[in-house]
């Protein structure tokens, strides 16, 4: 690995050298290393490109990474990893896709991530997208995101896209048991011409469901931003979602909420926020000494914190 | 030391001239000042005037000798003039301690962060990483705001109404802030009030009214006539 694929690891996945517990690492289209534990299996799949992760039940406190980099221009990939996290599991999972292009064809990673999350089961989930080079190829990046949460379980999702890609359509779709709990938190900034479009769909079908989505996106320069969320409660549940961002230079932003409730006992709530810094919050900082850019920069960042 | 030298400061309103600030002349040296006066009365731009927020119509502003007039919010603040707002600003994802070490400018440890939250009576720990967003009560965030000034230590502290919105429990509490703030500053304050409790602590006060000085001078000379005219509606003493 050089060292453009070595700092792309560390700013997906915060890795500077090979993690502890299991991994799988994939650099353009091949495992460059793998590590499974007694508890974490890592198995490549027979009919397509991508692993089956298998965590068995009352696996607790480990964790699993596998990030994917490509750093050769033009490639363009499919990858389907499902995870399967047994009964009553507690782990932390870290992926993240790290595209380096530096040549004129696009480079393209469309990841597709099923979670099986079992009864009583909970996971963290973090997921980072980041993409640099400065050849005039575009990197572009389709995360698709499948989750079932079992009865009682439990599933917190960290994904965050900061630099470098191009276009990215992000699609996540959940569907909650009984008592299941989903967690999101979305961490968007876009510049230049990028275009980036969320989409969640989650359905809560059991007694005591809920799910809290809450997305903070920073839209600069030409890009463009679209949000949607669905959110159904079809039994007795709790939804909220929260889309907030903030809108700089000539970039545009459009919020799509959606809540829809099959049953008296689901209660749902949307708040959506568009607007531009507030022109109090820069002279506030500048009354501390900063500039009105340092000034911007503090308030873009704490908010993507 | 502060000069204001033939301020005046007019706003165009609906196609009329309104004057709301008329040749000012003040020269501030003293460590405790209090402004005064009827609401609308030009105290809060004036203020806003000094730290940059707004530009003078005609006039100069000279601190420490040096003219200002024409310098930014940010030159002015690292020249050493701060001002607390009279209603904080929030901010999505920026910590107290982020302010606070913002306000500092430097890298300062947490008990250094937590000295100064401590200062305006609020109990660190509980709020050293609390976003300044709408979880903080009105009040909170006006002692977070009082903490930043502390920390940042300038030679002119500009404090618009630190006792709006706070409550009367709490009220007790901040003006032994003031009180501690004006045994310990390097510089002045200037400080915007109604309060007579602050008005009492201050070296020297000044009325402003109708975009004028209406009266200067130290607490004794002045205060006495404040309470004085605090008489009776006049249209109802009328009906009597």
């Known amino acids: 690995m050089n060292t453009i694929e070595k700092n792309m690891l560390a700013e997906i996945a915060d890795l500077h050298e090979i993690p502890e517990g299991a991994y799988n690492i994939r650099r353009n289209g091949e495992a460059e290393a793998r590590n499974t534990t007694a508890n974490i299996d890592i198995v490549p799949k027979a009919d397509e490109d991508g692993i089956d992760i298998i965590i068995a039940p009352g696996t607790k406190r480990e964790s699993v990474h596998i990030p994917v980099i490509l750093s050769q221009s033009g490639l363009t990939e499919t990858v389907y990893n499902d995870f399967f996290i047994g009964e009553g599991a507690d782990v932390t999972i870290i992926a993240g896709c790290g595209i380096y292009n530096c040549g004129d064809d696009n480079s393209e990673h469309s990841g597709i991530h099923t979670f099986h999350v079992g009864k009583n089961a909970k996971v963290r989930y973090v997921e980072k997208h980041y993409g640099e080079g400065d050849g005039n190829g575009q990197n572009v990046m389709n995360p698709t995101t499948v989750i079932e949460v079992d009865e009682g379980g439990y599933m917190e999702m960290e994904t965050t896209q900061i630099k470098g890609v191009d276009s990215t359509l992000r699609k996540t779709s959940a569907v909650l048991a009984a008592d299941a709990t989903l967690v999101i938190h979305e961490k968007l900034m876009t510049h230049g011409q990028q275009i980036a479009e969320t989409d969640f769909t989650v359905d809560m079908n059991g007694a005591g469901s809920s799910v809290n989505l809450v997305s903070r996106s920073v839209a600069r320069e030409e890009s463009q931003q679209v949000f949607r969320s669905v959110i159904n409660g079809n039994n007795a549940c709790t939804g909220h979602s929260e889309c907030d961002a903030i809108i700089m230079d000539s970039a545009s932003v459009a919020a799509i909420p959606e809540i829809t409730a099959h049953h008296v006992d689901a209660s749902l709530i949307h708040e959506a926020a568009i607007g531009k810094i507030a022109g109090e919050q820069l002279i506030k900082l500048m009354t501390l000494g900063l500039t009105e850019q340092e000034a911007e920069e503090q308030i873009v960042s704490g908010f993507l914190k | 030391m502060l000069e204001l030298q033939n301020i ?26 209090a402004l005064t006066g009827p609401n609308g009365g030009g105290k809060s731009t004036l203020a806003k005037i000094i730290a940059g927020i707004y530009v003078p119509t005609s006039g100069r502003i000279l601190l420490d000798g040096e003219d200002i007039t024409g310098l930014s919010i940010t030159e002015r603040a690292r020249k050493g003039i701060s001002f607390a707002f009279q209603q904080p600003v929030r901010f999505k994802g920026l910590t107290v301690r982020d302010l606070i070490t913002l306000a500092a400018g430097r890298n300062i440890s947490v008990s250094d962060a937590c000295g100064y939250l401590s200062e305006v009576g609020l109990c660190a720990r509980d709020y050293i990483n609390r976003e300044i967003d709408a979880s903080l009560s009105g009040g909170e965030l006006k002692r977070i705001e009082i903490a930043m000034i502390i920390a940042r ?7 618009d109404e630190p006792e709006a919105g706070i409550d009367l429990w709490s009220f007790g509490n901040l003006i032994q802030v003031f009180e501690k703030l004006h045994t310990r500053i390097n510089g002045s304050i200037m400080i915007i009030s109604h309060q007579e409790r602050i008005l009492n602590i201050a070296d020297r006060i000044i009325v402003i009214a109708n975009g004028q000085v209406q009266s200067d001078g130290t607490r004794d000379e002045v205060l006495p006539g404040l309470l004085g005219a605090a008489t009776a509606c006049p249209v109802l003493t009328d009906k009597l």
Not at chain 2, 23 to 31: A, E, G, V, Y
Not at chain 2, 153 to 159: P, Q, Y
């Open chain 2, 153 to 159: 230590g300038t030679k002119l502290s500009l404090f």
């Open chain 2, 8 to 33: 005046s400061y007019v706003v165009e309103d609906g196609g009329n001239h309104k004057e709301i600030l008329k040749n000012i002349n003040l020269t501030i040296d003293q460590r405790f000042v």
